[in-house]
């Protein structure tokens, strides 16, 4: 049977490096026989500004963000999908802003007992991936950044896969020279159709 993937880009620029690395990534992945589905959340319309700590997710039995808008229709149908995988620039030190709406949002995903501290989490998805573009070092945002949702994975017991690309070119143009980069992108498309292994 097919994996299904949902590949979340956050990038605000069209044919920037990380719309770039996700399109190799989500072309491998397909080729590999995968169905994906890409969604920029760059276009979607929020009713809030993110998530308002309102708690109302903790109070209902479905594991759904109370908040009515696109981005909480996107996280209702994450658990349906075998893979999420979360495609960032790294501006500062993190995910950008666009990315960490939806990743908030997903607090609804778990449900916390706040007498003992205990917790379950939504099923589904069992591999997040990310993959992540900076200008700079491995040492500075990206890997900052590798330690949130590597985090989450960890969290929520699910597998982790990343591709990390620092020292990204400021002309996208360029990344199209470093095929290291595709390589890598191909490879890691290939794994999460279920077709290889990284």
């Given at each position: 049977m097919a994996k299904k993937i949902l590949m979340l880009c956050s990038s605000?620029?069209?044919?920037?490096?990380?719309?770039?690395?996700?399109?190799?990534?989500?072309?491998?992945?397909?080729?590999?026989?995968?169905?994906?589905?890409?969604?920029?959340?760059?276009?979607?319309?929020?009713?809030?500004?993110?998530?308002?700590?309102?708690?109302g997710c903790q109070k209902r039995a479905k594991f759904e963000c109370v908040i009515r808008d696109e981005v909480s229709t996107l996280v209702k149908r994450i658990p349906g999908f075998d893979a999420v995988v979360f495609a960032t620039p790294v501006y500062f030190f993190g995910p950008n802003a666009q990315l960490k709406v939806v990743l908030d949002r997903m607090f609804s995903h778990i449900k916390i007992d706040m007498k003992t501290g205990n917790y379950t989490h939504v099923k589904g998805y069992p591999v997040i991936g990310l993959l992540a573009t900076a200008g700079g070092d491995l040492n500075e945002g990206l890997n900052i950044c590798k330690?949130?949702?590597?985090?989450?994975?960890?969290?929520?017991?699910?597998?982790?896969?990343?591709?990390?690309?620092?020292?990204?070119?400021?002309?996208?143009?360029?990344l199209l020279k470093r095929e290291d980069v595709r390589k890598k992108a191909i490879k890691l498309g290939r794994k999460l159709a279920g077709k290889q292994r990284a």
């Open positions: 605000p620029r069209k044919n920037g490096n990380t719309n770039m690395l996700a399109g190799w990534v989500a072309a491998a992945a397909e080729e590999a026989g995968a169905k994906v589905e890409v969604v920029d959340v760059t276009k979607l319309k929020l009713k809030s500004a993110g998530c308002t700590a309102c708690m330690m949130t949702f590597k985090t989450l994975a960890e969290f929520t017991g699910k597998k982790f896969e990343t591709l990390l690309v620092p020292l990204a070119p400021g002309n996208p143009a360029e």
